[in-house]
């Protein structure tokens, strides 16, 4: 281990010994899916609580609308829940941004909702890696920055309730955050179980193409109808065929349909859409149009398209591996090696980036087997990385 002031090593010690473990069992024993509104409400009050303890102004933000394509192409309105939002010295000359996401992958009719211990200090259950283990590791060094009398930063904590479905009601809330910011972290679990960061990831877009054809009589006149599940297809096929190294594209599903005996009339096409740079991301938005120009002509039926590109590219700019270098000395002081790579996946780190702040956005646990029924949580990551986050502020706030 480095040399550590003496301010920077009870802080490290403070944020280690914090009761993250508790913490992690009482959140995660609520349902917190992105669609149970009153899991997310019980969640939220209980860290409004727990952040309580942090010098803060803090306020229940309502998500900004946000509208859904149904399976009949009709547009809909979809609810979130509240996101939790904290202001600590705002006038301080350093200003950080710390997010977080209360919401799973797991519904109230999801089976995997129970905690279990699967071996020793490896614990499992819904939300223990990603990312109730990351919410107590950030609001543990959070508190030792406190506890050490650091008034020199500032900060702002978001902890949003609809990350896991593309934080469509929370990137208003988090684009006006990220304002001012010198640097932002957030806390996802690591990018793999030894606790390598994600470096540079991709950009993503759900897109929805309502497809509206004609019906007619699939024996007695065909020829006079315009078949929208025929066009969702070849719409699918031109645009998976638009994939490259840089570019991934992947039709996921096709509402609609009809009748053996009638041409079906509608179809509601769903996409995702993964460019690995901003340029890349230009030329699949001239894919998509071009697709859907080509495809409407050529069936004779009108294509509605619904959606965007909700987290732009995060490539790995220069300000971003200072950042990495911050964070990478502070592990070398704690005897933790840090490493970064590039990722397939997506979050809120996007969105941040997009406003010009770098932000390492694996600042959590490490764990694994994340969206699955066998996601874990390694124990002893907690104090590690609360260690990391503790030493890592301390050093932006002196000018790092």
Same mark, same amino acid.
């Given at each position: 281990?480095?040399? #550590? ?26 349902n ?5 509104l009153?899991?997310?409400?019980a ?7 727990a ?59 999801h089976p ?43 900060y702002?904590?978001?902890?949003n ?7 469509l009601?929370?990137?208003? *809330? *988090?684009?006006?955050a ?25 950009g ?11 019906s ?18 070849? *719409? ?9 190294p ?8 096709i509402?609609?349909?009809s009748? @053996? @005996?009638?041409?079906?009339? *509608?179809?509601?096409l ?16 001239? #894919?998509?149009?071009s ?25 790995l700019?220069?300000?971003?591996e ?11 002081? #704690? ?8 990722t ?6 996007? @969105? ?17 087997k ?31």
């Amino acid at each position: 281990m480095g040399a #550590l002031s003496n301010i920077e090593q009870q802080a490290v010690e403070r944020a280690s010994a914090e009761p993250m473990l508790d913490q992690v069992k009482a959140w995660a024993a609520i349902n917190s899916g992105s669609r149970n509104l009153a899991g997310l409400d019980a969640t939220a009050a209980m860290l409004a609580d727990a952040f309580s303890a942090l010098p803060c102004e803090m306020v229940l933000e309502p998500a900004s609308p946000v509208d859904a394509v149904d399976s009949a192409g009709r547009k809909i309105p979809l609810e979130h829940g509240r996101n939790l939002h904290l202001t600590v010295r705002p006038a301080a000359p350093v200003q950080l941004l710390l997010t977080g996401h209360m919401d799973t992958v797991f519904g109230p009719d999801h089976p995997f909702q129970d905690l279990a211990w699967l071996e020793d200090g490896v614990l499992g259950g819904p939300g223990v890696a990603d990312m109730k283990g990351g919410i107590a590791v950030m609001l543990a060094a959070l508190k030792a920055i406190e506890s050490a009398g650091v008034h020199s930063i500032g900060y702002e904590v978001v902890i949003n309730s609809d990350e896991e479905v593309g934080s469509l009601g929370s990137a208003a *809330l *988090l684009a006006k955050a990220a304002r001012g910011k010198r640097a932002a972290l957030t806390y996802e679990p690591a990018a793999l179980p030894d606790g390598t960061l994600a470096g540079a990831r991709p950009g993503s877009g759900n897109f929805d193409f309502t497809i509206r054809g004609r019906s007619a009589h699939a024996g007695r006149n065909p020829e006079e109808g315009r078949n929208a599940l025929l066009a969702a297809a070849d *719409l699918a096929l031109r645009l998976k065929d638009g994939m490259g190294p840089r570019l991934s594209v992947n039709p996921a599903r096709i509402d609609g349909g009809s009748p @053996n @005996n009638v041409v079906p009339d *509608l179809a509601v096409l769903r996409v995702n859409v993964r460019p690995a740079t901003i340029e890349d991301q230009v030329r699949a938005q001239a #894919l998509i149009d071009s697709s859907v120009a080509m495809v409407a002509a050529s069936h004779e039926v009108e294509i509605h398209v619904h959606g965007h590109f909700a987290r732009p590219p995060k490539p790995l700019t220069p300000d971003l591996e200072a950042l990495f270098g911050v964070v990478r000395k502070a592990g070398e002081d #704690l005897g933790q090696h840090i490493d970064w790579q590039p990722t397939g996946g997506v979050c809120d780190g996007n @969105n941040i980036a997009a406003c010009g702040v770098p932000v390492i956005d694996t600042m959590g646990v490490r764990g694994g087997k994340i969206h699955s029924s066998e996601e874990y949580l390694i124990v002893e990551s907690l104090s590690e990385r609360a260690a990391l986050s503790a030493l890592t502020i301390l050093r932006l706030a002196e000018g790092a």
